[in-house]
């Protein structure tokens, strides 16, 4: 029998775990390494089946083709990917902004989806990795917006000025790096933006403390917990196993990564 290459790179993954110390830790990197093995397969027959367009959600009917930088390419597919921020992607569309900036932009989920629904605003995506730049790019191509979707790396403290020139966006999700980075005392470009960030409270403790102490004086600030909404799941899903619909919902995170929702007052 021929094995594909994630199997076997999955199994040989999981007999060196279980040549590990029997022990906790092990067990749940064991575990975690299997789940992610089978969110790929869950992913793949979820593309087969239902094609690739996404299913539901702000980003409905996305073509959404590529893979995943990073996280669940079945969420995302499905249209429940940080399905708590549905309510707040709706108000950022009708907000209409001139320009939103995705900084941490992977693949280009968001920022691709916000160009299709918002005709007339420009978007800088932002991303350090470059299999990641290539990612969106194609993303952007595939959908029809490439013309206003520009693809760059490192975004740094002086290029939020340009937040000052027009009503913005800053779109934030970089695995803690936004403790560094938003800091309006550094950059004050940032205090004329409208902020949307997830704080991965989980590897770095306390950033959502500090970035609600940094904007409560310029901003108003909603915080937003995560959340599944098992209602993207298409009927054929029925058929599957309670696990893999579960998988098909799961999105990666190892511990609390709430939002901070912060307008300009």
């Known amino acids: 029998m021929t094995h594909?290459?994630?199997t076997l790179a999955a199994t040989q993954a999981l007999r060196r775990l279980a040549a590990e110390p029997p022990?906790?830790?092990?067990?749940?990197?064991?575990?975690?390494?299997?789940?992610?093995w089978r969110a790929s397969l869950v992913a793949n027959t979820l593309a087969q089946r239902s094609g690739t367009q996404v299913l539901s959600g702000p980003f409905k009917g996305m073509d959404y083709a590529v893979a995943s930088a990073e996280g669940s390419r079945s969420a995302r597919l499905l249209g429940c990917y940080e399905a708590s921020l549905a309510p707040v992607?709706?108000?950022?569309?009708?907000?209409?902004?001139?320009?939103?900036?995705?900084?941490?932009s992977a693949e280009g989920y968001?920022?691709?989806?916000?160009?299709?629904?918002?005709?007339?605003?420009?978007?800088?995506?932002?991303?350090?990795?470059?299999?990641?730049?290539?990612?969106?790019?194609?993303l952007a191509t595939a959908n029809g917006v490439a013309d206003r979707v520009?693809?760059?790396?490192?975004?740094?403290?002086?290029?939020?000025?340009?937040?000052?020139?027009?009503?913005?966006?800053?779109l934030c999700d970089?695995?803690?790096?936004?403790?560094?980075?938003?800091?309006?005392?550094?950059?004050?470009?940032?205090?004329?933006?409208?902020?949307?960030?997830?704080?991965?409270?989980?590897?770095?403790?306390?950033i959502t403390q500090t970035l609600h102490a940094r904007f409560a004086a310029s901003h108003n600030i909603r915080r937003i917990e995560r959340a599944l909404d098992a209602s993207a799941?298409?009927?054929?899903?029925?058929e599957l196993s309670?696990?893999?619909?579960?998988?098909?919902?799961?999105?990666?995170?190892?511990?609390?990564?709430?939002?901070?929702?912060?307008?300009?007052?």
């Open 4 to 6: 594909s290459p994630l």
């Open 23 to 36: 022990d906790a830790q092990t067990l749940t990197a064991a575990l975690r390494m299997l789940a992610k």
């Open 89 to 104: 992607i709706e108000e950022i569309i009708a907000r209409a902004y001139p320009l939103v900036i995705d900084i941490g």
């Open 110 to 138: 968001y920022a691709v989806g916000l160009a299709r629904r918002m005709p007339g605003t420009r978007v800088q995506a932002h991303d350090a990795s470059d299999k990641a730049q290539d990612l969106c790019r194609a």
């Open 150 to 170: 520009k693809v760059g790396g490192l975004f740094i403290h002086a290029d939020f000025a340009i937040c000052t020139a027009q009503p913005t966006l800053v």
């Open 174 to 206: 970089i695995e803690a790096g936004e403790m560094d980075l938003l800091d309006p005392v550094a950059a004050p470009g940032l205090l004329a933006a409208d902020i949307l960030v997830e704080c991965h409270d989980c590897l770095r403790p306390a």
């Open 233 to 238: 799941l298409p009927l054929w899903m029925e």
């Open 242 to 265: 309670d696990l893999d619909r579960l998988i098909a919902l799961w999105e990666w995170r190892t511990g609390p990564t709430p939002w901070l929702w912060m307008t300009a007052k």
